[in-house]
RNA sequence: GCGCCCGUAGCUCAGCUGGAUAGAGCAUUUGGCUUCGAACCAAAGGGUCGGAGGUUCGAAUCCUUCCGGGCGCACCA
């Protein structure tokens, strides 16, 4: 509602500032006055307009004022109460608050969404290791900015699909692969004996990955005289899984089918699904790269080197550079970047190029087969495949991207991005979003608690980036344990007469409810240094502070024998002017308050996928949960005698409860029945 | 050396496309449970927004420069 608002008057003052000055195109800027008994909206247009207008900025706020006012008087604005000149020219607008209060209880408020195919990638693990604290704010981030896409209850919202990349034919994959070949000298069949092992045993496989990758980096240098042999061996593995149709490449694909399985299940437990998951495997052998070549070369974004250190290397220009050398003389682009390299392999960017050209349906004649692979209680998420099943869905035919990769990826997204403007798909180029992010590192202090030896350097720095290289960090599975069981403790300390499953079933919530929240409190570029002291907390600017204020404003419901939609629904019986009488006074202005908060969710939501910053949203949970709490304790609801009063109190625990929920669902956070 | 990011209260962070008196959480001190459950609320202290210039009616926000920190700059992925 408070969207609404913001969209009429800005109509209205820009059809003002058409007549009274022959304006067009003036971008208005509409905000919250820094205290509300100055209105609940207001305007600095005025300054804005002095100099090209030629006029002090009360004189034209003035001219403005008596244009709103008739605006008013006519009833075309019918929120507003008064426009009003404060200050040295701010225009500051009154709210009609009975009237505004009947229409948010009866949930009017402006829809989002729009056309168009949006694909929306994270996680991305390599499947050869345990996921990994940094691998939960990617999926996180992008699981909540997913949601704030899609269709729901709230919005129309836009069509989107959700991709998981992975990269199962990488030396990640190749390096665990030469592990369990020669560190622990299996052969296929042992390898398919341990899986089964491990999966009856109830262990998780991809913790046995993390313990093997971390010996296997280790081992490669380990010894100075076979460094040279242990690293030819690496590189043979590589060339198998790319390869394919060999034993080598059929423990990799065991591995990395059944850590991925892992993967999904961790990210199951947070409530976070897919699509799609497209591998490298299948952009190798369905040959997407040999389109892109042609294209590319077609469009003239590659061509041969003949001459300097990239001599019979297929490269890019980069971004911003002319070809010229520095001396002015025509000469090899030294700065291009490698796509094809001199033995006739293709690189990363190369691969990363022909992917992107498939997810905006601008490679001829390549798709991938898709096959079934896990059954989620709502969908079905799909794998590719060379032969894969009909009927299937499709999914690259997007309008526009959101790929949430880590910071330190910044130059190669670029070159994707460069390499799409070269070739002419400048629409592409410009719906193109790398989502980015900072990453999650450990306090020196973590990492000394949890039994690292940290040297004293690094106990100097504020934090330490994790490695799976080197098996340092904090495995997901490990943290939502850990959360769980600290709030099961809780639960079973303040709740004893509820059932185990209850309170199991209300720990897991809780514990995702913080974690999620962890992740989401941060803007994106800040890195976290992840401590587990804050990690675990429930109190303060946490998840479980939130899903608290829930559950209270249900309680108040629920004893009042009520709930949301019948409390609302009594609101709006009452009469528009008996409401304002009860919302103008001093303790009604605090009431209104939450319901003014409460009715900006739309625009939060907004701003929050116009700037790809799901942080807004957490923010403005936190700010509307704490809004109720203050109210909670002002005013004592099953009390009040008069019944005016109370209708009132009631639906304002409604309203809170009702918007709490919505955000908390786009945050991915369930509320608890009880805490 | 080049590119990107960051520097705001003791600590961790917000601060929307420049707008009115820079805000939260944690920590510290103090007060509030026979109440709609205190995973809560209230109050207090705590700031030359890294430094210096500049643009502007107005700068934490934009520009320049310096200082301090992080991350990238492969014929790796």
Same mark, same amino acid.
């Given at each position: 509602?408070?969207?609404?608002?913001?969209?009429?008057?800005?109509?209205?003052?820009?059809?003002?500032l058409?007549?009274?000055?022959?304006?067009?195109?003036?971008?208005?800027?509409?905000?919250?006055?820094?205290?509300?008994?100055?209105?609940?909206?207001?305007?600095?247009?005025a300054?804005?307009?002095?100099?090209?207008?030629r006029?002090?900025?009360?004189?034209?706020?003035?001219?403005?004022?008596?244009a709103?006012? %008739?605006?008013?008087?006519?009833?075309?604005?019918?929120?507003?109460?008064?426009?009003?000149?404060?200050?040295?020219?701010?225009?500051?607008?009154?709210?009609?608050?009975g009237?505004?209060?009947?229409a948010?209880?009866? =949930?009017?408020?402006?829809?989002?969404?729009?056309?168009?195919?949006?694909?929306?990638?994270?996680?991305?693990?390599?499947?050869?290791?345990?996921?990994?604290?940094?691998?939960?704010?990617?999926?996180?981030?992008?699981d909540?900015?997913?949601?704030?896409?899609?269709?729901?209850?709230?919005?129309?919202?836009?069509?989107?699909?959700?991709?998981?990349?992975?990269?199962?034919?990488?030396?990640?994959?190749?390096?665990?692969?030469?592990?369990? +070949?020669?560190?622990?000298?299996?052969?296929?069949?042992?390898?398919?004996?341990?899986?089964?092992?491990?999966?009856?045993?109830?262990?998780?496989?991809?913790?046995?990955?993390?313990?093997?990758?971390?010996?296997?980096?280790?081992?490669?240098?380990?010894d100075?005289?076979? %460094?040279?042999?242990?690293?030819?061996?690496?590189?043979?593995?590589?060339?198998?899984?790319?390869?394919?149709?060999?034993?080598?490449?059929?423990?990799?694909?065991?591995?990395?089918?059944?850590?991925?399985?892992?993967?999904?299940e961790?990210?199951?437990?947070?409530?976070?699904?897919? =699509?799609?998951?497209?591998?490298?495997?299948?952009?190798?052998?369905?040959?997407?790269?040999?389109?892109?070549?042609?294209?590319?070369?077609?469009?003239?974004?590659?061509?041969?080197?003949?001459?300097?250190?990239?001599?019979?290397?297929?490269?890019?220009?980069?971004?911003?550079?002319?070809?010229?050398?520095?001396?002015?003389?025509?000469?090899?682009?030294?700065?291009?970047?490698?796509?094809?390299?001199?033995?006739?392999?293709?690189?990363?960017?190369?691969?990363? +190029?022909?992917?992107?050209?498939?997810?905006?349906?601008?490679?001829?004649?390549?798709?991938?087969?898709?096959?079934?692979?896990?059954?989620?209680?709502?969908? %079905?998420?799909?794998i590719?495949?060379?032969?894969?099943?009909?009927?299937?869905?499709?999914?690259?035919?997007?309008?526009?991207?959101?790929?949430?990769?880590?910071?330190?990826?910044?130059?190669?997204?670029?070159?994707?991005?460069?390499?799409?403007?070269?070739?002419?798909?400048?629409?592409?180029?410009?719906?193109?979003?790398?989502?980015?992010?900072?990453?999650?590192?450990?306090?020196?202090?973590?990492?000394?608690?949890?039994?690292?030896?940290?040297?004293?350097?690094?106990?100097?720095?504020?934090?330490?980036?994790?490695?799976?290289?080197?098996?340092?960090?904090?495995?997901a599975?490990?943290?939502?344990?850990?959360?769980?069981?600290?709030?099961?403790?809780?639960?079973?300390?303040?709740?004893?007469?509820?059932?185990?499953?209850?309170?199991?079933?209300?720990?897991?919530?809780?514990?995702?409810?913080?974690?999620?929240?962890?992740?989401?409190?941060?803007?994106?570029?800040?890195?976290?240094?992840?401590?587990?002291?804050?990690?675990?907390?429930?109190?303060?600017?946490?998840?479980?502070?939130?899903?608290?204020?829930?559950?209270r404003?249900?309680?108040?419901?629920?004893?009042?024998?009520?709930?949301?939609?019948?409390?609302?629904?009594?609101?709006?019986?009452?009469?528009?002017?008996?409401?304002?009488?009860?919302?103008?006074?001093?303790?009604?202005?605090?009431?209104?308050?939450?319901?003014?908060?409460?009715?900006?969710?739309? %625009?939060?939501?907004?701003?929050?996928?116009?700037?790809?910053?799901?942080?807004?949203?957490?923010?403005?949970?936190?700010?509307?949960?704490?809004?109720?709490?203050?109210?909670?304790?002002r005013?004592?609801?099953?009390?009040?005698?008069?019944?005016?009063?109370?209708?009132?109190?009631?639906a304002?625990?409604?309203?809170?409860?009702?918007?709490?929920?919505?955000?908390?669902?786009?945050?991915?956070? =369930?509320?608890?029945?009880?805490?």
């Amino acid at each position: 509602m408070f969207r609404t608002v913001q969209q009429t008057i800005t109509t209205q003052l820009r059809s003002i500032l058409k007549q009274q000055f022959d304006l067009e195109g003036q971008t208005v800027v509409i905000e919250q006055p820094p205290a509300i008994a100055l209105g609940e909206l207001a305007t600095p247009l005025a300054f804005e307009l002095a100099k090209r207008l030629r006029k002090a900025p009360r004189a034209i706020a003035q001219t403005l004022v008596d244009a709103l006012r %008739t605006a008013v008087a006519t009833g075309s604005l019918p929120e507003l109460t008064s426009v009003e000149v404060a200050g040295a020219g701010y225009l500051n607008f009154k709210l009609t608050r009975g009237t505004m209060v009947r229409a948010i209880a009866e =949930d009017h408020h402006a829809d989002i969404g729009g056309p168009g195919f949006r694909l929306v990638e994270h996680t991305s693990i390599n499947p050869n290791k345990a996921a990994h604290i940094g691998h939960l704010r990617n999926a996180i981030l992008g699981d909540t900015f997913q949601r704030l896409l899609r269709p729901d209850a709230f919005k129309s919202g836009y069509q989107v699909g959700v991709q998981n990349y992975i990269d199962n034919t990488g030396v990640q994959v190749a390096d665990v692969v030469v592990g369990f +070949i020669h560190l622990e000298q299996m052969s296929l069949l042992r390898v398919r004996e341990l899986v089964t092992e491990l999966l009856e045993s109830n262990r998780r496989i991809d913790y046995f990955c993390w313990d093997l990758y971390a010996r296997v980096s280790q081992w490669y240098t380990a010894d100075p005289e076979q %460094t040279g042999a242990r690293k030819a061996i690496r590189l043979a593995t590589l060339h198998a899984l790319e390869e394919g149709e060999n034993e080598i490449a059929e423990i990799a694909d065991l591995i990395a089918t059944s850590v991925l399985r892992r993967h999904l299940e961790t990210m199951e437990r947070l409530g976070i699904a897919y =699509d799609f998951l497209p591998r490298e495997s299948e952009i190798l052998s369905l040959h997407f790269w040999e389109a892109a070549r042609l294209l590319m070369m077609e469009k003239g974004v590659l061509y041969l080197e003949t001459e300097g250190k990239n001599k019979g290397c297929y490269v890019m220009r980069r971004a911003g550079s002319t070809g010229d050398t520095p001396d002015g003389l025509t000469g090899p682009d030294e700065e291009a970047k490698v796509i094809v390299r001199s033995n006739g392999t293709v690189t990363y960017v190369g691969k990363d +190029i022909a992917y992107h050209l498939w997810k905006f349906n601008l490679l001829p004649n390549r798709d991938f087969g898709y096959r079934q692979f896990h059954q989620y209680s709502t969908h %079905t998420c799909w794998i590719s495949a060379v032969a894969g099943e009909d009927p299937h869905p499709s999914f690259g035919h997007a309008d526009a991207i959101y790929n949430v990769i880590d910071s330190r990826q910044n130059d190669p997204q670029n070159n994707v991005v460069q390499a799409l403007r070269g070739m002419g798909y400048t629409e592409a180029a410009d719906r193109y979003t790398h989502f980015s992010y900072e990453m999650v590192a450990l306090t020196p202090r973590c990492a000394m608690d949890l039994g690292y030896t940290v040297s004293d350097e690094d106990q100097k720095r504020s934090y330490l980036e994790v490695s799976g290289r080197k098996g340092f960090g904090v495995k997901a599975d490990d943290l939502i344990d850990r959360l769980i069981a600290a709030a099961l403790a809780e639960v079973d300390q303040r709740h004893p007469e509820l059932g185990a499953d209850e309170r199991a079933g209300i720990a897991r919530q809780i514990a995702v409810g913080a974690l999620r929240f962890f992740m989401l409190r941060f803007t994106r570029n800040t890195v976290i240094a992840f401590d587990f002291h804050d990690a675990l907390s429930f109190e303060g600017e946490t998840g479980p502070y939130i899903q608290y204020a829930v559950v209270r404003a249900a309680n108040i419901l629920r004893k009042a024998n009520s709930d949301v939609a019948e409390a609302l629904r009594d609101l709006t019986q009452l009469p528009v002017p008996r409401l304002s009488l009860l919302l103008d006074s001093d303790e009604g202005t605090s009431l209104w308050e939450t319901w003014l908060l409460a009715s900006r969710l739309t %625009t939060v939501i907004e701003q929050a996928i116009a700037t790809s910053e799901p942080a807004h949203l957490a923010r403005f949970a936190f700010q509307l949960a704490q809004q109720f709490n203050n109210f909670y304790h002002r005013h004592h609801v099953l009390h009040e005698t008069d019944p005016d009063r109370r209708t009132l109190l009631l639906a304002t625990a409604a309203v809170a409860q009702r918007e709490l929920t919505r955000t908390l669902g786009l945050l991915g956070i =369930d509320v608890p029945p009880v805490m």
